[in-house]
């Protein structure tokens, strides 16, 4: 192993073997035929029909037709940058994990941020959360930090996410809207799913309309599990803080920003690599006892809720740097598989729900969308550690494994790769040995159950001129909604339990009857304020 381990740069130089550079040379086929001609196909006669023989045609053809990858079935929209992380105050109290335990250590970094709802070719500046995907090429195998900028999340329940995603991408009708929150699926299924509440709040507050991907909090959102080298385990939350601050458009920016320059934020982050304005966040921890798992008035294990700042402080553990950009967008950000599941010794998962059933998702959509299980053998997703195991064959395999056997234990190749014993004596991966008892039951837990206490909380934490974006952020998302009877049951059955105020606004601007009793019909449209 030649790797600098410390090395920031260790990425990309190991990238760099698979680089390729056509500048001054021949044109070839791919099978390394120089061609004498690329503006004609063979043809019987100057205006005869093109012959099937032209193998220098067919190949080019064969390949541009093969071009397309399925898009990620969410988050399609993203763009992505190469960095470092660097310690700042070694967390080896906490952790065993290699990357965290000393100042001034740097491991390489590959981040991607990105829309959750709109397609590839979608706009910026749309209203909705946007992925922080950090991949951390560490010393014992990749981490991905796989976060959002919102510190919590719509469902409590891996199960609900399929129908949570049906309702916010496009009808399937007519597939509209293509870009926005602003439709009746979307908020028929928040309307009916009162566990959205807090987080629909974060995408009606200005958090939801960043001016930069660099004025974006991060958040891994989840409980986590940390080890350290004594077995001894605690939760955490992992926050990144960016440090040019929070920043957010307003909306008739964001609007307009989405029409003239949809590549707003992608542009931002380009540019501001390549003029040496590297954009920065720090690394934070929110540190909390399992045993206080259910002592703050709501469940650890739920991603609704965020654990306010001033009960568990966030202690910083290092920065992030982003530092260069991506040499091709497809042969990185898009083959770029993050998955919550990839953790390293030091760190493992907690039983939230939520996170439980990513652990699934992530690789079983990667199957399909970079083509089979040898995915980790794209440059991108390499880890930087040399990685050996019995895994054989599957479409576009690189490594060439020598060998007679590929099972252990094996009596003809006597040297196969053998186990190491569990970190943190040794650098085997161990589970945390957590105690589990219960009984087979599909049940939410009733830890679970207080959907309104923090959205409460985040509305009244707002300052007037963000409650009235919030406010301004409901009436327009809601005046788009076809079906009254649904704008009336998120006012009045959801925005109502936040905060009576905030319901009282938006049925103002809705023209809604907070008092009627009666189910609106599509003949009684709402009048919209043309404000609006
Ligand atoms: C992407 C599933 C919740 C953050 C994805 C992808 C899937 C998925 C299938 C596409 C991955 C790919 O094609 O490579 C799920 C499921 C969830 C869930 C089943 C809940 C049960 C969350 C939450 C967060 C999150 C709570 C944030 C904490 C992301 C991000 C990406 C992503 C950032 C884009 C990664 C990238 O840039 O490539 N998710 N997700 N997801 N998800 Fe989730």
């Not at 988050?75 to 310690?87: C, D, K, P, Q, T």
């Not at 250590?105 to 959750?116: A, H, L, Q, Y």
């Not at 304005?277 to 709501?298: H, I, K, N």
């Not at 189910?519 to 449209?525: A, F």
Request: charged share 25%; glycine share 6%.
């Amino acid at each position: 192993d030649t790797l600098d381990r410390g090395n920031s740069n260790a990425k990309l130089e190991q990238l760099d073997q698979f680089r390729e550079d056509a500048t001054g040379e021949a044109l070839t086929t791919n099978t390394g035929v120089r061609i004498a001609d690329n503006q004609n196909s063979l043809r019987a006669g100057e205006r005869g029909p093109t012959l099937m023989e032209d193998f220098i045609m067919r190949e080019k053809l064969t390949h541009f037709d093969h071009e397309r990858i399925p898009e990620r079935v969410v988050h399609a929209r993203g763009s992505a940058a190469h960095g470092y992380f660097e310690v700042t105050d070694p967390a080896t109290d906490l952790t065993c994990a290699n990357f965290l335990s000393e100042a001034g250590k740097r491991t390489p970094v590959f981040v991607r941020f990105s829309t959750v709802q709109g397609p590839r070719g979608s706009a910026d500046t749309v209203r909705d959360v946007r992925g922080f995907a950090v991949k951390f090429y560490t010393e014992e195998g990749n981490f991905d930090l796989v976060g959002n900028n919102m510190p919590v999340f719509f469902i409590q329940d891996a199960i609900k996410f399929p129908d949570f995603v049906h309702a916010v991408k496009p009808e399937p009708h007519n597939e509209i809207p293509t870009g926005a929150s602003a439709h009746d699926t979307f908020w028929d299924f928040v309307s009916l799913t009162p566990e959205s509440a807090h987080m629909v709040l974060w995408t009606m507050s200005d958090r939801a309309i960043p001016i930069a991907y660099r004025s974006m909090q991060g958040f891994g959102v989840h409980s986590f599990r940390l080890i350290n080298a004594e077995g001894q385990s605690k939760l955490v939350k992992f926050h990144w803080r960016p440090k040019a601050g929070v920043c957010s458009l307003v909306w008739d920016e964001a609007q307009k920003l989405a029409g003239k320059d949809p590549d707003f934020h992608r542009r931002g982050l380009w540019e501001d690599i390549e003029r040496g304005l590297y954009p920065e966040w720090e690394l934070g921890l929110q540190v909390m006892d399992e045993e206080d798992a259910q002592s703050f008035g709501f469940d650890l294990l739920d991603p609704t809720k965020l654990v306010p700042e001033e009960l568990v402080p966030v202690r910083v553990v290092g920065r992030m740097v982003l530092n260069r950009n991506p040499d091709n967008f497809f042969a990185e950000t898009e083959q770029a598989a993050f998955h919550i599941g990839h953790v390293v010794p030091g760190i493992d998962f907690s039983n939230d729900p939520l996170l439980q059933g990513r652990l699934f998702s992530y690789t079983d959509t990667q199957l399909l969308r970079l083509g089979g299980p040898n995915f980790n053998e794209i440059p991108i997703n390499r880890p930087l550690c040399p990685f050996h195991n019995n895994q054989r064959d599957a479409p576009h395999r690189q490594q060439i494994n020598r060998g007679r056997a590929s099972y252990e234990p094996n009596s003809i190749d006597g040297n196969w790769p053998r186990e190491t014993p569990p970190a943190p004596s040794a650098g085997g991966y161990a589970s945390y040995p957590e105690p589990v008892h219960g009984t087979k039951i599909r049940v939410r837990s009733p830890s679970f159950a207080d959907h309104f206490s923090q959205a409460t909380m985040f509305w009244r934490s707002m300052s007037e001129t963000e409650q009235q974006h919030i406010v301004d952020a409901y009436s327009f998302e809601l005046s788009k909604v076809e079906r009254l009877y649904i704008r009336e049951r998120q006012v009045k059955e959801i925005l109502a339990h936040i905060d009576p105020l905030l319901a009282l606004r938006v049925a103002q601007n809705l023209g809604i009857d907070l008092d009627s009793t009666e189910t609106p019909t599509l003949e009684g449209k709402a009048q919209v304020s043309p404000a609006l």
